[in-house]
């Protein structure tokens, strides 16, 4: 099946700085990508949902400017942490949607802010 | 907004049992989906149901989509070890912008005991 790739899987960062996510569809073309935030033993939460070539379209209660979403090409789109507070740190996930529409997630990435 | 109810939240059993997991949503669903998480790992795409009545199987696991198109569960028979994970329902949000969006059910954690 497809294949989608994070990078970092996992990222520890202080207080304030910035984190980008990558996210990358390695065998296909994905003009529409998803990021989801999941807690631990939660469900998934779609945050966002980026669209190649324009803005990202953001879910209530998600800051854009908090988190800022870049799909700059078919197979890649990141997510970039703004001012990073360990209120922040969760599991981010990423998919990407294939021609015929089925969705596949990318491994994750485990972001924790001290 | 769109929302699916998804029980029980915890599930124990022992190797050999069969599991059930139920999604509910007060709205009718164009479709819905499940995928499996593995414990630190990501969701996978397990099967599509869209027709109202829709039966389908994949070895021990059956899926059933209600007549109403409300209601979706995920039927394990004779649990083994490796079906430990939590299992998602998600449905699809349909029309305009909101094409391909997912909302996910709050997920049914399943461990097995040996």
């Known amino acids: 099946g497809a294949v989608v790739s994070q990078h970092p899987s996992r990222v520890i960062c202080k207080s304030g700085t910035s984190v980008k996510i990558e996210c990358r569809s390695l065998?296909?073309?994905?003009?529409?990508m998803f990021w989801y935030r999941q807690f631990p033993k939660k469900s998934l939460m779609l945050m966002a949902t980026s669209n190649e070539g324009s803005k990202a379209t953001y879910e209530q209660g998600v800051e854009k400017d908090k988190f800022l979403i870049n799909h700059a090409s078919l197979t890649l789109s990141t997510l970039t942490v703004t001012s990073a507070h360990p209120e922040d740190s969760s599991f981010y996930i990423c998919?990407?949607?294939?021609?015929?529409?089925?969705?596949?997630f990318g491994p994750g990435t485990r972001l924790t802010v001290t | 907004g769109q929302q699916v109810m998804q029980i029980p939240q915890y599930q124990h059993v022992q190797e050999g049992e069969d599991f059930t997991t139920y999604c509910n949503s007060s709205t009718t669903l164009s479709n819905i989906q499940w995928y499996k998480q593995r414990p630190g790992g990501h969701p996978v795409f397990l099967i599509q149901?869209?027709?109202?009545?829709e039966v389908k199987k994949q070895k021990r696991l059956t899926f059933q989509f209600g007549e109403a198109k409300k209601n979706s569960s995920l039927h394990i028979t004779a649990t083994q070890t490796t079906d430990v994970g939590t299992y998602f329902c998600a449905a699809s949000r349909e029309g305009g912008t909101s094409y391909g969006k997912l909302t996910f059910g709050q997920g049914t954690i399943l461990t097995v005991h040996p």
């Open positions: 065998d296909f073309q994905a003009t529409t």
């Open positions: 149901l869209v027709k109202s009545g």
């Open positions: 998919s990407a949607r294939d021609l015929i529409y089925e969705q596949y």
